[in-house]
Every structure is written in structure tokens, then in C-alpha cells.
């Protein structure tokens, strides 16, 4: 949430809020650490948030009735719905090849973690984070771009 523009609607609260009554919900969940607890709470931050992005550009495609989130402080522009859903999907793509970078990725795009956390949570030293996170980002930039082309119906060429 840091690097969301001023005045986001979306409430930091509003988010931790759902997020642990999802997590109250895992009652089968043998809880190792902290990084472990981390970890699966950063899946669920990405899953509430693009479930929401989905809702919303729902709603602005004629979804019918109007769901209401259980904090209507979650609540975001559509434009930004769609570029998270956009990031989701080059997520999922990634994690396809490379789960390790794609579970960076979310534990640093999703979670907020440090380096350091990152690193704990999925057993690896900084280092290989902070490779990862590298080569995630120009991965996903690249797919992100190409997924943008194909949008606007340009056909970009082989490089």
C-alpha cells in the first residue's frame, strides 16, 4: 500500500481486517513460524485484493447487483482493478516456470516484506531474493507489456 498514489481509497486496515478473518478461518493450518504464518497471509492479501480488482471490473461490465466488500473502505478505481488483474495474471503465468519468483514477488509486491523477510519465509538466502526479485520484475514487465500490446491489437515483433 506505500506505493499507491495519495488519496487511494483502499484502507490498509480494511485489507488486514479481511485478511485475518480469512486466516481465523484456517483452522487446519499447522502453523510453523512466523515466516510461515507470513507467508500464507501474503497469499491471501493477493487473493482478497484480486477478488476485489475482479468485482469491480465486473461491476463496470454490467455484473448485476452490486457486492459490497466487507469494508466498503476497500473500494479503488477501476483502472487500478485492472491493472491488478493484469499483474495476477502475469503472476500466475510466472509461477507456471518459476514458483519460487512468482511466491517473491508476492511475499514483496503483496505483503510488503523485506528482503530479509522474504528470504526467511521461504528458506533461501537474501541473496537468491534478491536475484529472484530482479529477474521476476524484468519477467513480468515483459509479459505485462506484451499482454498491453495485445489489448490495443499491435502486433509486436519476435527480438
Known amino acids: 500500500m506505500r506505493s499507491e498514489r495519495p ?69 479503488y478505481s477501476p483502472a487500478m482493478s485492472e491493472s491488478l488483474l493484469v499483474v495476477d495474471e502475469a503472476l500466475s503465468r510466472l509461477a507456471e516456470f518459476d514458483a519460487r519468483k512468482a511466491r517473491v514477488v508476492e511475499l514483496r509486491y503483496f505483503a510488503g516484506m523485506s528482503v530479509e523477510e522474504a528470504a526467511e519465509a521461504l528458506g533461501v538466502h537474501p541473496n537468491t531474493v534478491i536475484h529472484d526479485w530482479s529477474l521476476a520484475k524484468a519477467w513480468l514487465k515483459r509479459e505485462m507489456e506484451r499482454s498491453a500490446g495485445d489489448e490495443t491489437g499491435t502486433v509486436e515483433k519476435d527480438r
Not at 10 to 35: C, F, I, M, P
Not at 48 to 65: E, Q, W, Y
Open 7 to 75: 488519496g487511494h481509497t483502499l484502507q490498509t486496515t480494511a485489507l488486514v481486517n479481511e485478511a485475518y478473518l480469512r486466516l481465523v478461518d484456517q483452522s487446519r493450518v499447522n502453523w510453523q513460524n512466523r515466516a510461515h504464518f507470513l507467508g500464507v497471509a501474503a497469499g491471501l492479501m493477493r487473493q482478497i485484493l484480486v477478488d476485489h480488482a475482479r468485482r469491480v471490473c465486473r461491476a463496470k461490465r454490467g455484473g448485476g447487483v452490486q457486492h459490497l466488500p466487507l469494508d466498503e473502505g476497500l473500494v
